[in-house]
DNA sequence: TTGTAAGCGTTATCAA
DNA sequence: TTGATAACGCTTACAA
């Protein structure tokens, strides 16, 4: 494989010139320029983008930290990250952390030793602490998960505000008695949705009884088995705030095979849109959360730290929509 | 940043010797040894990959093309490729390629010029003349096609004998009259799956008739719309093979749209087992292929060609199996 | 067992 | 506008 020397020297130029013609051909006089571009095409010339990379201290590569790639979620949100990456000339990493906090270390050490250009983690079981020391030396982007006084730029959606408008359909449509199966109550996306079950009951002076309060782990078992719980109390509520739409397909499950139906006798509100939701029987009605952007939106944020601009925002709140299907019945809201 | 002259100079040594405590360890005497580990420590160096794979010419980065991340079986794969890639401390580079040829031909590139240091392909749209050339002189797996003649290794499964398999499954059960809804018959996939189809119903003398035989493109509007298709034939099929899960669902969608149920007017059998044919009502009788295996199995044949190793066999063709559950109704088969 | 020193191919500084 | 040349940090013959 021929390289720089071999161009300079077949066009009768210095390697400096050639370099210039690659990467700021407007800098070098025409005629010149034609002459090692022949060069560069006579011998088939591409340049040694590692030792290029090497040179440069950059890898025009990012690295996505995911809990795991097999979910419903993450890749769509790869998926808007990808779109801009490629946009933008820069490669996508793929970091599974299987939940492993070891091997989220050891992502977090390959962005320390340049590997990577900059990072974005896809919600995270991280030290807030870490990952804002971490935030303040490299360009990193926290995504879905909205966290208060995090220094790092976040990229999320308003996980209260949405809950509640959730469970405020629910009570709109007359139910009183309203459960919630909240996703693991460790991390912080869940204990917001629970909040804004909270505000919503509140806000029209209904009691938040703790035996309506399930958690879940976001599987479809977990809401199937919580479901079981509700329907085996004396008073079970009449409609479930479901924290992710997995579980809500399990709740609904649950409610069928204990002879109920949805909506009649049991409304179900999901959380998420996935694909599925739209297929699943009673179609679901969800929050749709917009993933795709918020790949594109952490991306973009990305981007602009590793360009090293200034960001007017550091914390980004994308709109969530409530998607009116099935699963809760309707009485033509617009 | 500390380097590696630091360290030597730190430890008294020479570079030489810091290096070889790096990778050779057992080649340095143990007192020098200590004498640099120490310095190391103390130094807190880490060596610089980028110069490592500058002066190594390798990367320890595969790629994966995938024509789109948002899919419900790529990511199964991606993840058992993720798994060994990682165990050999190899990194996953995603390539996604959005069925826009110019893509694949750019992360072609990124393989040539050593960016990568090599490639698996899952499922592709290439020309095969393109990937034998491109396997002859690269580390490259095609996953899930499987080709005649190609000289690249595959991994794949058997996709005439496994859609044999499921439109068998639909004759024993009694029916006489099976439609197929095929993948698109562009892609060497749906063309054996439609093969395996017609043989099953040769095997028992049942003519092919080519009303019975939709096109679809793996979508769930598409299995909808083609099933509506066959329900609107004289002599409308009684059972129904769908080449993918998501179609078998959309086909399912119509039967009960125009009035009839699954399995008892139509049964209806789909392919791959996605995560969600189990929770779908009603449940999925389906062809599961081996996702996770796949991706395993793939990474592992693409790091023996990445370290020079022979391979004993091309082709690998792993095992299916089909999963009845409620889609066809059933007569305690074992 | 260790040291010397020559690369690897590019970029960037400085001078012409 | 171009050229000479010194890095960048590591690996690896080869020599000692």
Redesign the pocket.
Known sequence: ?A??????RLA?????????V??NPE???E???TKVLKAIDELN????????Y????ETKTILVMVPSIANNVFPQMIEGIDLVANQSGYKVLLGNTNQEPDKAYSYIEELKQKQVDGMILLTTRLDYQIISELGDDYPVVLTSDYIEGLTAPTVAIDNISSARVAVEHLLQLGHQRVGIITGPLDIPLSRDRLKGYRQALLERDIGVESVLIQEGSHSYESGYNQMQKFLALDKSPTAIFAANDTMAMGAIKAVKAHGLRVPEDVAVVGFDNIQFSAIFEPALTTIAQPFIEMGKRSMELLLKQIKGEPLEKKQHVLDTKLIIRESCGSQNQD
Chains 1, 2 share one sequence.
């Open positions: 494989m390289n720089m020397i071999d161009v300079a009768n130029v210095s390697t400096a010139t050639v370099s210039r690659i990467q800098t070098v006089k005629k010149t320029r010339y591409q340049p040694n983008i590692l030792a290029r090497f040179r440069r201290t």
